[in-house]
Structures are given as structure tokens and as C-alpha cells.
């Protein structure tokens, strides 16, 4: 039995990253139309290096993101200690409120984000985008930093402010560091939704500023070129680096430890 569910998941890891590790491999092959044999080449970099419509995609959703990644953390740690530390009318409602924004489908948000935009007159643009994009990360962020408060301790907070401290001293010096995984964790997380998302960033876009995703989508209609494939990567190994290096200095349950 141990070595039937070892060999199911080495067969969902390959299904999983096999597709990755072809697209990123055709980045480097010299046959625009992935032509076997392989044919090492970087010449698709280079190209890419002069199409100044995905380097600018890819340069708006990497801002986009980053700004997504910082807005979102802020407040949903805020709404996070509010809602796990806090004790008020209608709490419950709320926690139960962040569930829906996870489960509706993008294309209903996208389509409502749109109407009330143009209701509302925000308009398109990026300024809508990254409403949007907030809007989507902060339910992500808020349930990540409140299982993360869920495994600390309260009364570490107490014994500090019964030496002395201040409630806010005390938050700062004793709950925040040890909290702060769990919030690396969350805006990596907001990062991530904000450069994967497509449907918002396809209504909200207008013409001549999208993001890499609304790029892509359109240079696929017009005709696959592998320069897509090199960006993908550069954008995959940047992600993955981010990523790995957290994982290095980082252990779930919100307690970081260095080995």
C-alpha cells in the first residue's frame, strides 16, 4: 500500500511539473514550432528582448503584483487581528464572509467589478486592476496571518505588559516578529493571485496596458511564438526563487527558525 500511494504521488508530481519543465525547455529550442530534434538555442531570448509589448505586460503585472502584495498584506492583517483578537457584533458573519469572495468564479467578480467600475466611474485602467486585485487578495491574506494568530500564544503578550509594556510595545516586540511568517507568507500569497489573475485583469485592462496574462492570451490568438515561453520562465524562476528562499527561513504554523 506504501509504495502504491508513493508511485500516485510521483504520478501527480510528474503531471504536474512535466508540462513546467517542456515549456520551459521549448523556451531554448531553436524550431519556432517546437520541432523535434532539439535544437539548443537562446535566440528566443534575444527576440524577447526586443518586444516591447510583453516586456511592458510583464513589467505591469510585476508592479501590479508587488503593490497588490503590499496594499492587500496591510489590510488584511489588520482585518485579521480585528477579527481573531477582537470580540464583536456580527465577528462571526464576517469570518464567514471571506469564504465567498474565494469560491465565486472569476468571470462572475470580473463581469461585477466591471459594471460597478463603470457605475461607480473608477473606469479601467490599472488603478481599476489593482482595486480589483486587492479586493481578490485580501480574503487569501486574512485567512493565512489568522491561522498564523491562531498558534501563537496570547498571554506572551500579557507577561510583556505585566513587566512594563505597553499594548502597543508589546505587539511590536513579542506578537509581530513571531507573526511575521505567517504575513511573508500572505503577501506571497497576494503576490501570486495578483500575477497568475487573468479575468479581472482582461475586463479592467484598457488597450496598450495589460498584464503579461491579458498579453499572452492575445499573442496566442495571433500566433504561439516560443518568446512567450521565455518569459514565463524568467517570470517562474523569479517566483520560485522568492519562494524557496522563504520556505529556507520559514516553518508553517507561523513560527520562523533558522536551521
Known amino acids: 500500500m506504501i509504495k502504491i500511494a508513493r508511485l500516485f504521488l510521483a504520478l501527480v508530481l510528474v503531471f504536474l511539473y512535466l508540462p513546467i519543465i ?3 525547455a521549448m523556451g531554448f529550442n531553436a524550431s519556432p514550432l517546437y520541432a523535434l530534434p532539439f535544437d539548443f538555442t537562446t535566440h528566443w531570448y534575444q527576440e524577447l528582448a526586443g518586444n516591447g509589448r510583453l516586456i511592458e505586460a510583464g513589467w505591469n503585472s510585476i508592479w501590479l503584483a508587488v503593490l497588490t502584495a503590499v496594499i492587500a498584506t496591510a489590510l488584511g492583517t489588520l482585518a485579521a487581528l480585528a477579527l481573531w483578537r477582537r470580540t464583536f457584533r456580527g465577528r462571526s458573519i464576517l469570518r464567514i464572509l471571506l469564504l465567498p469572495p474565494i469560491a ?3 468571470l462572475i467578480t470580473g463581469t461585477a467589478m466591471l459594471v460597478f467600475f463603470f457605475w461607480t466611474g473608477i473606469g479601467r485602467g490599472l488603478h481599476a486592476m489593482l482595486i480589483g486585485h486587492v479586493a481578490l487578495a485580501i480574503p487569501y491574506v486574512v485567512l493565512v496571518v489568522g491561522t498564523g494568530l491562531q498558534t501563537l500564544r496570547a498571554d506572551l503578550e500579557e507577561a510583556a505588559m505585566s513587566l512594563g509594556s505597553t499594548p502597543i510595545h508589546a505587539f ?3 506578537t509581530l516578529p513571531l507573526l511575521l511568517p505567517s504575513i511573508v507568507g500572505a503577501a ?3 503576490f501570486a493571485v495578483s500575477l497568475d489573475q487573468f479575468v479581472i485583469s482582461y475586463f479592467l485592462s484598457v488597450p496598450g ?7 499572452i492570451y492575445s499573442a496566442i490568438r495571433k500566433g504561439f511564438t516560443p518568446e512567450i515561453n521565455a518569459i514565463s520562465t524568467i517570470l517562474l524562476v ?3 526563487i522568492i519562494i524557496l528562499g522563504f520556505a529556507r527561513f520559514a516553518r508553517p504554523g507561523g513560527i520562523g527558525e533558522r536551521s
Open 238 to 240: 523569479a517566483s520560485m
Open 22 to 24: 517542456v515549456m520551459a
Open 188 to 190: 506571497l500569497f497576494a
Open 172 to 174: 511590536f516586540r513579542v
Open 104 to 106: 465565486i468564479p472569476w
Open 209 to 215: 496596458m495589460t498584464t503579461l496574462p491579458v498579453e
